[in-house]
C-alpha cells in the first residue's frame, strides 16, 4: 500500500504561487494521484488528479516526474480563502476502491 | 446531480450510549461508500468502505461497525461509546469507476462525554 508524506505545514502571501510536493515511493503502477482541499468543519473537496505528467485545470496545476515517487500541487497566486488543508492521496492499485489520505499539509495564506 | 446527506450535523453523547450515523446518496446508482473519522487537527482516517449492499469492509479494529442496508444507504453504529469516539465523521461515495474521485459529505461532529 503506498504511503504518501506531505509537509505538515506551509506559509505563505497572497498573489504568490504555492507549490506542495508529495512523497509516494511505493506508488503502484496502476496509483493515481489525487489531490483534496478541506475547510475547517467541512469534508475534503476534489481539487485534481493525474497519473503522469502534468496535469491543469481552472484552479491547479499537478506536476508528476517520470517515476511518480513524488507530485506537486501548485495553486497559482493564491488567496486567503485558499487557506485550507491539502491532502495527497494514492489510489490503491490493487482495489480502487479503497483511497487513503496522507497527514495532509496546512496553507496559511497571509494578506 | 448527485447530493450525498449526513445526519446529524451535531451530537452529544454520554459515554457508554449507542450510536447511530447515517448517510444517503442521491442521484447515483451502486456508489462505493465511506465512513472516515477525523479527530481534532488530524487527517482523515478510513474506518469502513463498501462496494454494495452488505459488503462492509473494516479497515480498523474498534467498538464501531457499519452497515449498508440499501444500495444508497450507509450507516456508522456503536453499541457503546468510548471518550475516543470523539470526532469529526465524514461520510464519502465514489463511481465504481477507475479510480473516481471520493465525494464527501458534510459531516457529522461527534462529542462523546
Known amino acids: 500500500l503506498a504511503k504518501t508524506t506531505q509537509p505538515i505545514s506551509m506559509d505563505s502571501y497572497e498573489g504568490q504561487e504555492v507549490n506542495i510536493t508529495c512523497s509516494h515511493n511505493?506508488?503502484?503502477?496502476?496509483?493515481?494521484i489525487t489531490w483534496y482541499q478541506q475547510f475547517p468543519s467541512q469534508g475534503p473537496r476534489f481539487i485534481i488528479q493525474?497519473?503522469?505528467t502534468k496535469v491543469t485545470n481552472e484552479v491547479a496545476s499537478l506536476f508528476i516526474p517520470a517515476d511518480r515517487k513524488s507530485s506537486t500541487l501548485s495553486l497559482p497566486r493564491v488567496s486567503l480563502s485558499d487557506t485550507a488543508v491539502y491532502y495527497c492521496?494514492?489510489?490503491?492499485?490493487?482495489?480502487?476502491?479503497?483511497?487513503?489520505f496522507g497527514s495532509g499539509t496546512k496553507l496559511n495564506v497571509k494578506p | 446531480s448527485q447530493t450525498i446527506h449526513q445526519w446529524p450535523a451535531t451530537l452529544v453523547q454520554p459515554v457508554g450510549s449507542p450510536l447511530s450515523l447515517e448517510c444517503t446518496v442521491e442521484?447515483?446508482?451502486?456508489?462505493?461508500l465511506y465512513w472516515y473519522r477525523q479527530a481534532a487537527g488530524r487527517g482523515l482516517q478510513l474506518l469502513f468502505y463498501?462496494?454494495?449492499?452488505?459488503?462492509i469492509s473494516s479497515e480498523v479494529p474498534q467498538n464501531l461497525s457499519a452497515s449498508r442496508p440499501q444500495d444508497r444507504q450507509f450507516i456508522l453504529s456503536s453499541k457503546k461509546l468510548l471518550l475516543s469516539d470523539s470526532g469529526f465523521y465524514l461520510c464519502?461515495?465514489?463511481?465504481?469507476?477507475?479510480?473516481?474521485?471520493?465525494?464527501f459529505g458534510p459531516g457529522t461532529r461527534l462529542t462523546v462525554l
Open positions: 511505493n506508488i503502484a503502477t496502476n496509483d493515481y
Open positions: 442521484g447515483t446508482s451502486n456508489p462505493n
Open positions: 493525474g497519473y503522469k
Open positions: 464519502a461515495w465514489s463511481g465504481a469507476g477507475v479510480p473516481d474521485t471520493q465525494y
Open positions: 463498501s462496494v454494495g449492499i452488505g459488503q
Open positions: 492521496l494514492v489510489g490503491d492499485g490493487d482495489n480502487f476502491n479503497k483511497f487513503y
